[in-house]
């Protein structure tokens, strides 16, 4: 089993930034990689960014190339998401996803963000 918690969403101005983090807990060595999804208002959840655990190679959706940044403290076992140039369109709720090398994916509660002027 792991555990996540998200933290650091808020209410940020459009070309403000922000930083998510998430912390695993549990049987964090099972974990092959961590990510973030986000849901919008009245959408479907979509993939942002994830990073593997062994290489940290790293995996972004169109949509977020270039303003977000995922990255990892394996010693605090907690993963980052940086957010810069953000933009209205980017107001969701965002969720930290642990993926296991036995195929299992566990998901944080989310944290919300909201883009607003």
């Known amino acids: 089993q792991v555990q996540l918690v998200e933290s650091g969403g808020g209410l940020v101005q459009p070309g403000g930034s922000l930083r998510l983090s998430c912390a695993a807990s549990g049987s964090i060595f099972s974990i092959s990689s961590m990510g973030w999804y986000r849901q919008p208002p009245g959408k479907e959840r979509e993939f942002i960014a994830r990073?593997?655990?062994?290489?940290?190679?790293?995996t972004y959706a169109n949509s977020v190339q270039g303003r977000f940044a995922i990255s990892r403290d394996n010693a605090k076992s907690t993963v980052y998401l940086q957010m810069n140039s953000l933009k209205p369109e980017d107001t969701a709720v965002y969720y930290c996803t642990a993926r296991i090398y036995a195929g299992s994916t566990y998901w944080g509660q989310g944290t919300q963000v909201t883009v607003s002027s």
């Open positions: 990073i593997t655990s062994h290489s940290g190679s790293t």
